[in-house]
Structure formats: structure tokens, C-alpha cells
């Protein structure tokens, strides 16, 4: 199990677009997240997408016991992506 503010190398390259109750949210699933982190449970980290920085970013829940990390408008336009296209995560901090 993971403390708080612990030094993370976890990568994941996945689709942007998580299915929630039948909508597809602009997120991206991070399989294994939850046994590295220790919790299905809201939790903050720093991370890079396609290597751009993101720090104190929030994980939630995809209500399928894996955590996801919603990519907000402004960001997509930065990557140039939008769901269905392939990105790749990378945890480096545990903040909370």
C-alpha cells in the first residue's frame, strides 16, 4: 500500500472515453491503479499526460473498481485529442 506524498513510476497508455452509467466521459481508465494506490477511493497525484505536467490532479472512481483521470476541455485541446483517441499516463507522486 501506498502512504501519502510517495514517489510513484506507474504508465498506462489508454482511450480517452470511460463509459459512466451509459455516458462516455472525456477520462482516461488507469488499470491497476487502484492496487498500486491502495484504494478505489478519490485520491490526488501529480501525473503527466503525453508528457504534459499536471500537478495535485484528482483520480475518482470509474464505479467499476479501477480509478480514472478526467481530461478537461482546455487540456484535450493542448494534447489535440478527444475521446477515442489514445493517450499515455504517467503517475509520479501520490499527494494524498
Known amino acids: 500500500m501506498t502512504t501519502p506524498h510517495t514517489d510513484l513510476d506507474h504508465t498506462v497508455t489508454a482511450p480517452v472515453g470511460v ?18 494506490l491502495g484504494t478505489g477511493r478519490s485520491v490526488r497525484v501529480d501525473a503527466t499526460v503525453d508528457g504534459v505536467a499536471l500537478e495535485n490532479v484528482g483520480l475518482m472512481p470509474t464505479g467499476r473498481g479501477e480509478l480514472m483521470l478526467s481530461l478537461n476541455a482546455k487540456l ?21
Open 19 to 36: 463509459d459512466v452509467k451509459g455516458d462516455v466521459w472525456p477520462c482516461v481508465e488507469l488499470p491497476g491503479a487502484t492496487e498500486l
Open 76 to 96: 484535450r485541446k493542448r494534447l489535440g485529442k478527444d475521446v477515442g483517441d489514445t493517450v499515455t499516463v504517467h503517475l509520479s507522486r501520490r499527494r494524498s
